[in-house]
Protein backbone atom coordinates (compact mmCIF):
# COMPACT_ATOMS: atom_id res chain seq x y z
CA UNK A 1 0.00 0.00 0.00
CA UNK A 2 0.99 3.14 -0.73
CA UNK A 3 0.90 6.42 1.09
CA UNK A 4 -1.22 8.05 -1.09
CA UNK A 5 -4.51 8.66 1.04
CA UNK A 6 -7.25 10.86 -0.08
CA UNK A 7 -10.94 11.44 0.74
CA UNK A 8 -14.42 12.77 -0.01
CA UNK A 9 -15.93 14.75 2.53
CA UNK A 10 -19.49 15.31 1.93
CA UNK A 11 -21.64 17.18 4.12
CA UNK A 12 -25.01 15.69 4.95
CA UNK A 13 -26.65 18.66 3.69
CA UNK A 14 -29.04 17.17 0.87
CA UNK A 15 -28.45 14.69 -2.00
CA UNK A 16 -25.13 14.20 -3.35
CA UNK A 17 -24.87 16.29 -6.73
CA UNK A 18 -23.41 15.12 -9.88
CA UNK A 19 -20.50 17.55 -9.47
CA UNK A 20 -19.78 15.80 -6.01
CA UNK A 21 -20.01 12.27 -7.62
CA UNK A 22 -17.69 13.48 -9.48
CA UNK A 23 -15.34 14.73 -6.62
CA UNK A 24 -15.92 11.19 -5.22
CA UNK A 25 -15.21 9.48 -8.63
CA UNK A 26 -11.68 11.53 -8.77
CA UNK A 27 -10.63 10.80 -5.32
CA UNK A 28 -11.40 7.13 -6.12
CA UNK A 29 -9.46 6.81 -9.11
CA UNK A 30 -6.45 8.45 -7.94
CA UNK A 31 -6.43 6.24 -4.78
CA UNK A 32 -6.36 3.36 -6.91
CA UNK A 33 -4.23 4.39 -9.63
CA UNK A 34 -1.88 4.40 -6.96
CA UNK A 35 -2.52 1.65 -4.67
CA UNK A 36 -3.66 4.19 -2.01
CA UNK A 37 -6.62 4.37 0.58
CA UNK A 38 -10.32 5.82 -0.70
CA UNK A 39 -11.65 7.80 2.95
CA UNK A 40 -15.26 8.51 2.96
CA UNK A 41 -15.50 11.09 5.70
CA UNK A 42 -19.31 12.82 6.75
CA UNK A 43 -18.49 16.72 7.54
CA UNK A 44 -21.83 16.74 9.53
CA UNK A 45 -20.91 19.96 12.22
CA UNK A 46 -23.37 22.28 10.95
CA UNK A 47 -26.07 21.23 12.94
CA UNK A 48 -28.34 23.66 11.41
CA UNK A 49 -28.08 22.46 7.47
CA UNK A 50 -28.23 18.72 8.80
CA UNK A 51 -30.79 16.57 6.47
CA UNK A 52 -32.02 13.45 7.70
CA UNK A 53 -31.35 10.60 4.53
CA UNK A 54 -28.70 12.38 3.50
CA UNK A 55 -25.95 10.10 4.93
CA UNK A 56 -27.76 7.02 3.65
CA UNK A 57 -28.30 8.78 -0.01
CA UNK A 58 -24.23 9.09 0.47
CA UNK A 59 -22.80 5.91 0.71
CA UNK A 60 -26.12 4.41 -1.55
CA UNK A 61 -24.99 6.46 -4.58
CA UNK A 62 -21.22 5.32 -3.87
CA UNK A 63 -22.42 2.14 -4.02
CA UNK A 64 -24.43 2.18 -6.81
CA UNK A 65 -21.19 3.95 -8.63
CA UNK A 66 -18.92 1.35 -7.61
CA UNK A 67 -16.89 3.84 -5.69
CA UNK A 68 -16.34 1.67 -2.58
CA UNK A 69 -14.40 3.30 0.72
CA UNK A 70 -11.82 1.67 1.80
CA UNK A 71 -12.58 3.74 5.28
CA UNK A 72 -15.20 5.20 6.34
CA UNK A 73 -18.27 5.16 8.54
CA UNK A 74 -19.28 1.91 7.46
CA UNK A 75 -16.35 0.47 6.04
CA UNK A 76 -13.93 0.90 9.50
CA UNK A 77 -10.50 1.71 9.40
CA UNK A 78 -7.74 2.56 11.71
CA UNK A 79 -8.52 6.56 11.54
CA UNK A 80 -11.91 6.88 12.74
CA UNK A 81 -14.46 7.91 13.35
CA UNK A 82 -15.46 9.16 10.44
CA UNK A 83 -18.36 11.08 11.27
CA UNK A 84 -17.26 14.74 12.47
CA UNK A 85 -20.19 14.84 14.78
CA UNK A 86 -18.48 11.66 16.72
CA UNK A 87 -14.72 13.69 16.86
CA UNK A 88 -15.75 16.70 19.01
CA UNK A 89 -12.73 15.29 21.49
CA UNK A 90 -10.12 15.42 18.77
CA UNK A 91 -11.34 19.29 18.02
CA UNK A 92 -11.19 20.28 21.89
CA UNK A 93 -7.65 18.83 22.02
CA UNK A 94 -6.43 20.52 18.74
CA UNK A 95 -8.11 24.05 19.99
CA UNK A 96 -6.25 24.22 22.74
CA UNK A 97 -2.73 24.17 21.16
CA UNK A 98 -3.91 27.12 18.43
CA UNK A 99 -4.90 28.75 21.95
CA UNK A 100 -1.54 28.12 23.69
CA UNK A 101 0.37 29.12 21.05
CA UNK A 102 -1.79 32.50 20.09
CA UNK A 103 -3.30 31.25 16.98
CA UNK A 104 -6.35 31.64 18.00
CA UNK A 105 -8.36 33.68 20.27
CA UNK A 106 -11.36 33.86 22.33
CA UNK A 107 -14.12 36.07 21.17
CA UNK A 108 -17.05 36.82 23.11
CA UNK A 109 -18.84 39.56 20.93
CA UNK A 110 -22.90 39.16 20.81
CA UNK A 111 -24.60 39.41 17.48
CA UNK A 112 -25.51 43.29 18.01
CA UNK A 113 -21.99 44.27 18.85
CA UNK A 114 -20.81 42.33 15.31
CA UNK A 115 -23.77 44.25 13.67
CA UNK A 116 -22.66 47.92 14.89
CA UNK A 117 -18.92 46.98 14.10
CA UNK A 118 -20.19 46.27 10.60
CA UNK A 119 -22.39 49.48 10.19
CA UNK A 120 -19.20 51.77 11.86
CA UNK A 121 -17.02 50.18 9.32
CA UNK A 122 -19.42 50.55 5.98
CA UNK A 123 -20.40 54.02 7.30
CA UNK A 124 -16.45 54.06 7.12
CA UNK A 125 -16.61 52.80 3.43
CA UNK A 126 -15.42 49.59 4.01
CA UNK A 127 -17.11 47.65 1.05
CA UNK A 128 -17.82 43.92 2.76
CA UNK A 129 -16.63 44.60 6.69
CA UNK A 130 -15.28 41.28 7.92
CA UNK A 131 -13.38 40.39 11.64
CA UNK A 132 -10.11 40.66 10.79
CA UNK A 133 -6.54 42.51 11.80
CA UNK A 134 -8.17 46.19 11.71
CA UNK A 135 -10.74 46.27 13.87
CA UNK A 136 -10.11 43.15 16.88
CA UNK A 137 -8.29 45.57 18.69
CA UNK A 138 -11.52 47.42 19.32
CA UNK A 139 -13.60 44.20 19.87
CA UNK A 140 -14.56 42.07 22.61
CA UNK A 141 -12.35 39.45 22.58
CA UNK A 142 -9.10 38.21 24.79
CA UNK A 143 -6.77 40.16 22.59
CA UNK A 144 -7.99 42.65 24.41
CA UNK A 145 -8.51 41.26 27.84
CA UNK A 146 -5.81 40.85 31.17
CA UNK A 147 -6.10 37.04 31.94
CA UNK A 148 -7.88 38.05 34.86
CA UNK A 149 -10.56 39.54 32.93
CA UNK A 150 -10.53 36.40 30.94
CA UNK A 151 -11.24 34.16 33.25
CA UNK A 152 -14.00 35.96 34.60
CA UNK A 153 -15.42 36.25 30.70
CA UNK A 154 -15.18 32.51 30.76
CA UNK A 155 -16.59 31.85 33.95
CA UNK A 156 -19.58 34.23 33.38
CA UNK A 157 -20.81 31.17 31.12
CA UNK A 158 -20.95 34.08 28.30
CA UNK A 159 -21.18 32.05 24.71
CA UNK A 160 -18.15 32.53 22.97
CA UNK A 161 -16.11 31.36 19.61
CA UNK A 162 -12.95 31.14 18.96
CA UNK A 163 -11.05 32.62 15.93
CA UNK A 164 -8.33 32.49 14.34
CA UNK A 165 -5.54 35.05 14.69
CA UNK A 166 -4.60 35.87 11.21
CA UNK A 167 -1.34 38.28 10.80
CA UNK A 168 -1.54 41.28 8.17
CA UNK A 169 0.66 41.84 5.48
CA UNK A 170 1.61 38.44 4.12
CA UNK A 171 1.14 36.64 0.92
CA UNK A 172 -0.12 32.89 1.78
CA UNK A 173 0.67 30.68 -1.24
CA UNK A 174 0.29 26.94 -2.16
CA UNK A 175 1.04 25.11 -5.39
CA UNK A 176 -2.54 23.29 -6.78
CA UNK A 177 -2.07 20.74 -9.22
CA UNK A 178 -5.05 22.18 -11.44
CA UNK A 179 -4.73 25.76 -10.99
CA UNK A 180 -1.16 26.25 -10.18
CA UNK A 181 0.64 28.71 -7.75
CA UNK A 182 -2.60 30.38 -6.04
CA UNK A 183 -1.72 33.27 -3.53
CA UNK A 184 -3.70 34.96 -0.95
CA UNK A 185 -2.32 38.43 0.77
CA UNK A 186 -3.50 38.11 4.53
CA UNK A 187 -4.84 41.70 4.87
CA UNK A 188 -7.98 40.14 2.51
CA UNK A 189 -8.57 36.95 5.02
CA UNK A 190 -10.85 37.83 7.91
CA UNK A 191 -10.12 36.01 11.62
CA UNK A 192 -12.56 32.90 11.15
CA UNK A 193 -14.77 31.15 13.54
CA UNK A 194 -12.63 27.89 14.56
CA UNK A 195 -15.25 26.42 17.01
CA UNK A 196 -18.69 28.05 17.11
CA UNK A 197 -20.54 28.99 20.50
CA UNK A 198 -22.18 25.40 20.49
CA UNK A 199 -18.73 23.98 21.30
CA UNK A 200 -18.62 22.02 17.94
CA UNK A 201 -15.97 23.04 15.10
CA UNK A 202 -16.26 24.66 11.61
CA UNK A 203 -15.92 23.45 8.38
CA UNK A 204 -12.44 24.92 8.16
CA UNK A 205 -10.85 24.14 11.64
CA UNK A 206 -12.48 20.40 11.32
CA UNK A 207 -11.76 19.78 7.55
CA UNK A 208 -7.91 20.89 8.52
CA UNK A 209 -7.60 19.03 11.88
CA UNK A 210 -8.93 15.62 10.19
CA UNK A 211 -7.22 15.83 6.64
CA UNK A 212 -3.88 16.09 9.02
CA UNK A 213 -5.06 13.44 11.71
CA UNK A 214 -6.27 11.12 8.91
CA UNK A 215 -3.08 11.53 6.60
CA UNK A 216 -4.45 12.82 4.06
CA UNK A 217 -1.82 13.37 1.30
CA UNK A 218 -4.13 14.98 -1.71
CA UNK A 219 -7.21 16.95 -1.28
CA UNK A 220 -9.22 17.04 -4.79
CA UNK A 221 -12.36 18.87 -4.10
CA UNK A 222 -14.82 21.72 -6.15
CA UNK A 223 -13.26 25.19 -6.97
CA UNK A 224 -15.85 26.47 -4.67
CA UNK A 225 -13.39 25.67 -1.96
CA UNK A 226 -10.28 27.50 -3.44
CA UNK A 227 -11.06 30.52 -1.81
CA UNK A 228 -11.13 29.00 1.83
CA UNK A 229 -7.91 27.22 1.15
CA UNK A 230 -5.54 30.49 2.11
CA UNK A 231 -7.15 29.73 5.64
CA UNK A 232 -6.71 26.45 5.69
CA UNK A 233 -2.69 26.83 4.65
CA UNK A 234 -2.47 29.72 7.48
CA UNK A 235 -4.19 26.99 9.76
CA UNK A 236 -1.49 23.98 8.56
CA UNK A 237 1.18 26.67 9.52
CA UNK A 238 -0.42 27.69 12.77
CA UNK A 239 -0.12 24.36 13.70
CA UNK A 240 3.56 23.82 12.59
CA UNK A 241 2.43 21.01 10.07
CA UNK A 242 3.81 22.58 6.83
CA UNK A 243 5.71 19.75 6.00
CA UNK A 244 2.77 17.35 6.01
CA UNK A 245 0.03 19.70 4.07
CA UNK A 246 -1.15 17.89 1.16
CA UNK A 247 -0.99 18.62 -2.11
CA UNK A 248 -4.09 20.53 -3.46
CA UNK A 249 -6.25 20.05 -6.06
CA UNK A 250 -9.77 22.13 -7.14
CA UNK A 251 -11.98 20.36 -10.29
CA UNK A 252 -13.03 22.78 -12.46
CA UNK A 253 -17.03 23.71 -12.45
CA UNK A 254 -19.85 21.72 -14.13
CA UNK A 255 -21.32 24.30 -16.65
CA UNK A 256 -25.34 24.13 -17.25
CA UNK A 257 -26.31 22.43 -20.78
CA UNK A 258 -26.13 25.13 -22.53
CA UNK A 259 -22.86 26.36 -21.57
CA UNK A 260 -22.88 29.20 -19.21
CA UNK A 261 -23.03 29.46 -15.23
CA UNK A 262 -22.96 26.55 -13.22
CA UNK A 263 -25.00 23.60 -13.11
CA UNK A 264 -27.48 23.64 -10.23
CA UNK A 265 -29.93 21.33 -8.32
CA UNK A 266 -32.58 23.16 -9.95
CA UNK A 267 -31.66 22.82 -13.85
CA UNK A 268 -32.72 18.86 -13.26
CA UNK A 269 -36.36 19.87 -13.46
CA UNK A 270 -35.80 22.93 -15.70
CA UNK A 271 -33.80 20.75 -19.02
CA UNK A 272 -35.69 17.37 -17.46
CA UNK A 273 -32.75 15.74 -17.05
CA UNK A 274 -31.29 14.31 -13.78
CA UNK A 275 -28.32 16.02 -12.09
CA UNK A 276 -28.11 13.72 -9.24
CA UNK A 277 -27.09 9.85 -9.32
CA UNK A 278 -30.13 8.47 -7.65
CA UNK A 279 -33.39 9.90 -7.01
CA UNK A 280 -33.83 12.61 -4.17
CA UNK A 281 -37.67 13.03 -2.65
CA UNK A 282 -37.99 16.05 -1.18
CA UNK A 283 -40.20 17.67 0.85
CA UNK A 284 -44.15 16.80 0.31
CA UNK A 285 -45.58 18.37 -2.65
CA UNK A 286 -42.10 19.09 -3.92
CA UNK A 287 -40.91 17.47 -7.13
CA UNK A 288 -38.36 14.63 -6.51
CA UNK A 289 -35.26 14.98 -7.97
CA UNK A 290 -34.69 12.50 -10.99
CA UNK A 291 -31.66 10.26 -10.93
CA UNK A 292 -29.37 8.94 -13.49
CA UNK A 293 -30.39 5.79 -11.97
CA UNK A 294 -34.27 5.86 -12.24
CA UNK A 295 -33.46 7.77 -15.67
CA UNK A 296 -32.45 3.97 -17.02
CA UNK A 297 -28.74 4.92 -16.96
CA UNK A 298 -25.95 2.18 -16.20
CA UNK A 299 -23.57 2.97 -13.69
CA UNK A 300 -20.97 2.72 -15.66
CA UNK A 301 -22.22 4.67 -18.50
CA UNK A 302 -22.54 7.91 -15.94
CA UNK A 303 -19.39 6.94 -14.70
CA UNK A 304 -17.47 7.49 -17.56
CA UNK A 305 -19.48 10.15 -18.89
CA UNK A 306 -18.79 12.10 -15.65
CA UNK A 307 -14.75 11.43 -15.67
CA UNK A 308 -14.70 13.28 -18.83
CA UNK A 309 -16.54 16.26 -17.10
CA UNK A 310 -12.88 18.15 -16.40
CA UNK A 311 -10.29 14.96 -17.20
CA UNK A 312 -8.90 14.45 -20.38
CA UNK A 313 -6.36 11.83 -21.17
CA UNK A 314 -5.79 13.54 -25.03
CA UNK A 315 -6.38 11.27 -28.11
CA UNK A 316 -9.65 9.89 -29.94
CA UNK A 317 -10.47 7.32 -27.32
CA UNK A 318 -13.93 8.15 -24.84
CA UNK A 319 -14.84 4.38 -23.45
CA UNK A 320 -12.80 3.74 -20.61
CA UNK A 321 -14.18 1.51 -18.04
CA UNK A 322 -13.66 1.44 -14.64
CA UNK A 323 -9.54 -0.08 -14.56
CA UNK A 324 -8.94 1.88 -17.28
CA UNK A 325 -9.98 5.19 -16.05
CA UNK A 326 -7.42 4.11 -13.19
CA UNK A 327 -5.09 2.93 -15.34
CA UNK A 328 -4.97 6.59 -17.15
CA UNK A 329 -6.37 8.83 -14.70
CA UNK A 330 -3.69 11.53 -13.68
CA UNK A 331 -4.60 14.44 -12.08
CA UNK A 332 -2.81 16.80 -14.04
CA UNK A 333 -4.68 16.10 -16.90
CA UNK A 334 -7.58 17.60 -14.82
CA UNK A 335 -8.45 20.93 -17.00
CA UNK A 336 -8.69 24.40 -15.28
CA UNK A 337 -11.96 25.66 -17.58
CA UNK A 338 -15.53 24.35 -16.90
CA UNK A 339 -17.04 21.34 -18.64
CA UNK A 340 -20.32 21.62 -20.02
CA UNK A 341 -22.99 19.12 -18.58
CA UNK A 342 -23.94 17.91 -21.80
CA UNK A 343 -26.86 15.45 -21.50
CA UNK A 344 -26.61 14.12 -25.21
CA UNK A 345 -23.50 12.51 -24.40
CA UNK A 346 -24.36 10.99 -21.27
CA UNK A 347 -26.88 9.03 -23.33
CA UNK A 348 -24.67 8.31 -25.98
CA UNK A 349 -22.01 6.73 -23.47
CA UNK A 350 -25.38 4.46 -22.12
CA UNK A 351 -26.32 3.87 -25.04
CA UNK A 352 -22.69 2.28 -25.79
CA UNK A 353 -22.60 0.72 -21.84
CA UNK A 354 -26.09 -0.85 -23.32
CA UNK A 355 -24.80 -2.72 -26.83
CA UNK A 356 -21.95 -3.85 -24.75
CA UNK A 357 -23.80 -6.16 -21.97
CA UNK A 358 -25.65 -9.58 -23.09
CA UNK A 359 -29.19 -8.27 -24.12
CA UNK A 360 -30.36 -10.78 -21.08
CA UNK A 361 -29.22 -8.25 -19.20
CA UNK A 362 -32.18 -6.03 -20.18
CA UNK A 363 -34.53 -8.96 -19.30
CA UNK A 364 -35.36 -8.35 -15.79
CA UNK A 365 -36.04 -4.34 -16.28
CA UNK A 366 -38.75 -5.53 -18.85
CA UNK A 367 -40.07 -8.22 -16.84
CA UNK A 368 -41.02 -5.70 -14.38
CA UNK A 369 -42.87 -3.79 -16.52
CA UNK A 370 -44.64 -6.68 -17.67
CA UNK A 371 -45.78 -7.81 -13.98
CA UNK A 372 -46.58 -4.32 -13.27
CA UNK A 373 -49.44 -4.55 -15.82
CA UNK A 374 -49.89 -8.20 -15.10
CA UNK A 375 -49.19 -9.31 -18.59
CA UNK A 376 -47.73 -13.08 -18.50
CA UNK A 377 -44.83 -13.84 -21.26
CA UNK A 378 -42.63 -16.98 -21.93
CA UNK A 379 -38.91 -16.27 -21.04
CA UNK A 380 -37.81 -16.84 -24.60
CA UNK A 381 -40.23 -14.38 -26.04
CA UNK A 382 -38.71 -11.48 -23.55
CA UNK A 383 -35.64 -12.94 -24.91
CA UNK A 384 -36.09 -11.83 -28.36
CA UNK A 385 -37.29 -8.90 -27.52
CA UNK A 386 -34.45 -7.48 -25.79
CA UNK A 387 -32.28 -8.71 -28.78
CA UNK A 388 -34.29 -7.02 -31.23
CA UNK A 389 -34.59 -3.38 -28.97
CA UNK A 390 -30.98 -3.44 -27.19
CA UNK A 391 -30.03 -1.76 -30.24
CA UNK A 392 -32.48 0.88 -30.48
CA UNK A 393 -32.75 2.37 -26.54
CA UNK A 394 -30.51 4.92 -25.27
CA UNK A 395 -31.65 4.16 -21.23
CA UNK A 396 -33.36 1.14 -19.87
CA UNK A 397 -36.47 3.14 -19.32
CA UNK A 398 -37.14 3.24 -22.93
CA UNK A 399 -37.28 -0.31 -23.47
CA UNK A 400 -40.98 -0.42 -22.74
CA UNK A 401 -42.48 2.23 -24.75
CA UNK A 402 -40.60 0.91 -27.86
CA UNK A 403 -41.29 -2.40 -27.35
CA UNK A 404 -45.05 -2.36 -25.75
CA UNK A 405 -46.73 -3.46 -28.76
CA UNK A 406 -45.00 -6.55 -28.90
CA UNK A 407 -47.30 -7.22 -25.57
CA UNK A 408 -49.78 -5.08 -26.20
CA UNK A 409 -52.46 -3.71 -28.13
CA UNK A 410 -51.33 -0.62 -29.86
CA UNK A 411 -51.88 2.48 -27.93
CA UNK A 412 -51.96 5.00 -30.95
CA UNK A 413 -50.87 5.50 -34.05
CA UNK A 414 -48.74 7.67 -35.78
CA UNK A 415 -50.61 10.09 -37.91
CA UNK A 416 -48.19 11.63 -40.22
CA UNK A 417 -46.83 8.78 -41.66
CA UNK A 418 -50.17 7.17 -42.10
CA UNK A 419 -51.35 10.30 -43.59
CA UNK A 420 -48.82 9.90 -46.43
CA UNK A 421 -49.51 5.97 -46.70
CA UNK A 422 -52.84 4.96 -46.37
CA UNK A 423 -53.90 5.88 -50.21
CA UNK A 424 -53.43 4.69 -53.35
CA UNK A 425 -52.80 1.23 -54.64
CA UNK A 426 -52.55 -0.56 -51.15
CA UNK A 427 -55.91 -0.06 -50.35
CA UNK A 428 -57.66 -1.47 -53.47
CA UNK A 429 -55.27 -4.18 -52.90
CA UNK A 430 -55.53 -4.87 -48.95
CA UNK A 431 -57.58 -7.72 -49.01
CA UNK A 432 -55.13 -9.47 -50.91
CA UNK A 433 -52.26 -8.50 -48.63
CA UNK A 434 -54.06 -9.92 -45.39
CA UNK A 435 -54.77 -13.43 -47.21
CA UNK A 436 -50.92 -13.71 -48.11
CA UNK A 437 -50.23 -12.83 -44.51
CA UNK A 438 -52.61 -15.23 -42.97
CA UNK A 439 -51.57 -18.16 -45.48
CA UNK A 440 -47.66 -18.00 -44.58
CA UNK A 441 -46.95 -21.49 -43.88
CA UNK A 442 -44.67 -21.18 -40.57
CA UNK A 443 -45.07 -18.22 -38.79
CA UNK A 444 -41.15 -16.85 -38.38
CA UNK A 445 -39.37 -13.90 -39.46
CA UNK A 446 -38.14 -15.25 -42.80
CA UNK A 447 -41.29 -16.77 -43.79
CA UNK A 448 -43.47 -14.09 -43.43
CA UNK A 449 -40.91 -11.78 -45.01
CA UNK A 450 -41.00 -14.41 -48.33
CA UNK A 451 -44.96 -13.84 -48.47
CA UNK A 452 -45.06 -10.06 -48.00
CA UNK A 453 -42.40 -9.87 -50.44
CA UNK A 454 -43.62 -12.38 -52.82
CA UNK A 455 -46.90 -10.66 -52.62
CA UNK A 456 -45.14 -7.01 -53.52
CA UNK A 457 -44.09 -8.66 -56.45
CA UNK A 458 -47.37 -10.25 -57.53
CA UNK A 459 -48.90 -6.91 -57.34
CA UNK A 460 -46.21 -4.56 -59.04
CA UNK A 461 -45.95 -2.43 -55.62
CA UNK A 462 -43.25 -0.64 -54.39
CA UNK A 463 -41.35 -1.23 -50.99
CA UNK A 464 -42.07 1.73 -50.11
CA UNK A 465 -46.55 1.28 -50.55
CA UNK A 466 -46.92 -2.20 -48.41
CA UNK A 467 -44.10 -2.30 -46.04
CA UNK A 468 -44.87 1.44 -43.49
CA UNK A 469 -48.57 -0.43 -43.89
CA UNK A 470 -47.50 -3.64 -42.45
CA UNK A 471 -45.38 -1.67 -39.72
CA UNK A 472 -48.30 0.62 -39.04
CA UNK A 473 -50.85 -2.15 -38.74
CA UNK A 474 -48.73 -4.00 -36.69
CA UNK A 475 -47.45 -1.22 -34.60
CA UNK A 476 -48.39 1.94 -34.37
CA UNK A 477 -45.17 3.66 -35.48
CA UNK A 478 -42.58 3.66 -38.00
CA UNK A 479 -40.07 3.22 -35.59
CA UNK A 480 -38.47 -0.33 -34.43
CA UNK A 481 -36.18 -2.73 -35.36
CA UNK A 482 -37.44 -5.55 -38.14
CA UNK A 483 -40.75 -5.60 -39.22
CA UNK A 484 -40.29 -9.44 -39.85
CA UNK A 485 -39.06 -9.95 -36.51
CA UNK A 486 -41.63 -8.09 -34.71
CA UNK A 487 -44.30 -9.23 -36.61
CA UNK A 488 -42.89 -12.80 -35.54
CA UNK A 489 -42.80 -12.01 -31.76
CA UNK A 490 -46.17 -10.62 -31.85
CA UNK A 491 -47.65 -14.16 -32.87
CA UNK A 492 -49.61 -14.43 -35.58
CA UNK A 493 -52.81 -14.88 -34.08
CA UNK A 494 -52.42 -11.30 -32.65
CA UNK A 495 -50.72 -10.08 -35.90
CA UNK A 496 -53.44 -11.24 -38.26
CA UNK A 497 -56.32 -9.90 -35.49
CA UNK A 498 -54.33 -6.42 -35.73
CA UNK A 499 -53.86 -6.44 -39.54
CA UNK A 500 -57.82 -7.12 -39.71
CA UNK A 501 -59.19 -4.20 -38.00
CA UNK A 502 -56.24 -1.82 -39.42
CA UNK A 503 -58.11 -0.35 -42.20
CA UNK A 504 -60.73 0.63 -39.70
CA UNK A 505 -57.93 1.82 -36.95
CA UNK A 506 -56.20 4.49 -39.94
CA UNK A 507 -59.48 5.80 -40.71
CA UNK A 508 -60.36 6.67 -37.63
CA UNK A 509 -57.07 8.04 -37.29
CA UNK A 510 -56.74 9.88 -40.12
CA UNK A 511 -60.88 10.98 -39.57
CA UNK A 512 -59.73 12.39 -36.59
CA UNK A 513 -58.31 16.20 -37.03
N1 LIG B 1 -17.68 19.22 3.51
C1 LIG B 1 -17.22 19.87 2.32
C2 LIG B 1 -18.29 19.65 1.24
O1 LIG B 1 -19.39 19.44 1.59
C3 LIG B 1 -15.90 19.29 1.93
C4 LIG B 1 -15.03 20.16 1.10
C5 LIG B 1 -13.65 19.56 1.07
O2 LIG B 1 -13.49 18.53 0.41
O3 LIG B 1 -12.78 20.09 1.72
O4 LIG B 1 -18.07 19.67 0.07
Not at 278 to 306: K, S, T, V
Not at 442 to 455: D, P
Not at 459 to 471: A, D, H, S, T
Request: charged share 25%.
Amino acid sequence: MSNIRVRFAPSPTGPLHIGGLRTALYNFLWARKNKGVFILRIEDTDQKRYVQGAEDYILEALHWSGLIPDEGPNSGGSFGPYRQSERTGVYQKHIRSLLDNGSAYYAFDTSEELEQMREKRSEQGVVSPKYDWSVRGEMNNSLNMSPEELKAALDSGNPYVIRLKVDPGQTVSFKDIVRDQVQFNTNELDDKVLLKSDGLPTYHFANVVDDHEMKISHVIRGEEWLSSTGHHVLLYQAFGWEKEMPQFAHLPLILKPEGKGKLSKRDGAKFGIPVFPLRWDQAEGEEPYAGFREFGFLPEAMINFLAFLGWNPGGEKEMYAMDELIANFQLSDIGKSGSRFDFDKALWYNQQYILQRESSFLVPYLRRELDSRSIRAPEGKLQKVCELFQERIQTINELWPASYYCFEDIADYDRKPLKKKWKGAILEHYPAFLSAIQSVSEWTATEIEGAVKAFIQSKELGFGQVLPILRLGLTGTMQGPSIFEVAAVIGREEAVRRLKSAPEAFNSVLSNK
